[in-house]
């Protein structure tokens, strides 16, 4: 009686695992912000990808994040909060919003959740939380016009710096000239002379 108890238990936890392991959909979600430089109200890129590694297509998929707090980033383009119907098994879609810092200083990038139904019959939802971008620093914006707008007067002090490099060998070559010239002259009139 005992050992048949026990048989039915580990068959069961069989079947669960092989329904789980093999029947489900698995989300895997990166977000990346593509910006190299983060400039107080200058456009930021965050691109989102959900790539599904399961056998199953996931459904109901609601991708959220809520790593931009209203006070410090305003949305300039998509959603931060957004549900696909359906991705396959092996597909990936993408997702991309534009958000623009109103603030400067150092800022936390975190992770997005994603929630989805990981198979046909699924009555709890799943969830997954995708990769985190990390600390990043957003310049001020007086920060980044000092350091790269083209100023007038630091091209004039280039210019001038850099001229000896430029005169010296035209006076080289305008002194080897006359020098030239000179020869040829002399022994022009020499020539004539005799
Ligand atoms: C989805 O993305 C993963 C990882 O970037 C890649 O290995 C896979 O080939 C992609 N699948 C499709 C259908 O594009
Ligand atoms: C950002 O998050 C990481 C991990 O959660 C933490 O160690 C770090 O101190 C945080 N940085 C800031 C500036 O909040």
């Known amino acids: ?62 991708l959220q994040d809520s790593g931009f707090p209203a006070e410090a980033f305003a949305t300039v383009k998509g959603n931060l909060n ?8 092996g597909a990936n879609v993408t997702h991309a919003v534009v958000i623009k810092p109103l603030t400067y200083g150092r800022f936390n990038f975190s992770a997005a959740v994603v929630q989805y139904k990981s198979s046909e019959n699924a009555e709890e939802p799943q969830f ?3 990769s985190e971008p990390g600390e990043g620093y957003i310049i001020s914006y007086a920060e980044y016009d000092k350091k790269f707008s083209p100023h007038l007067l630091d091209w004039f002090a280039f210019a001038v710096m850099s001229l000896p490099a430029v ?20 022994k022009r009139e020499k020539v004539s002379k005799d």
Do not use: H
């Open 82 to 89: 957004i549900r696909f119907n359906r991705i396959p098994s």
């Open 167 to 186: 005169v010296a060998p035209f006076m080289l070559w305008w002194v080897s000239k006359s020098k030239y010239e000179l020869i040829l002259k002399q």
């Open 1 to 62: 009686m005992y050992s048949l108890k026990s048989f039915i238990i580990v068959a069961l936890v069989c079947t669960s695992l092989t329904v789980s392991s093999l029947d489900t959909a698995r989300l895997l979600v990166s977000k990346q912000v593509l910006n190299k430089l983060l400039v107080q109200d200058s456009d930021i890129l965050v691109k989102y990808t959900i790539y599904n590694v399961g056998s199953v297509p996931a459904t109901n998929v609601i």
């Open 128 to 130: 997954a939380i995708s």
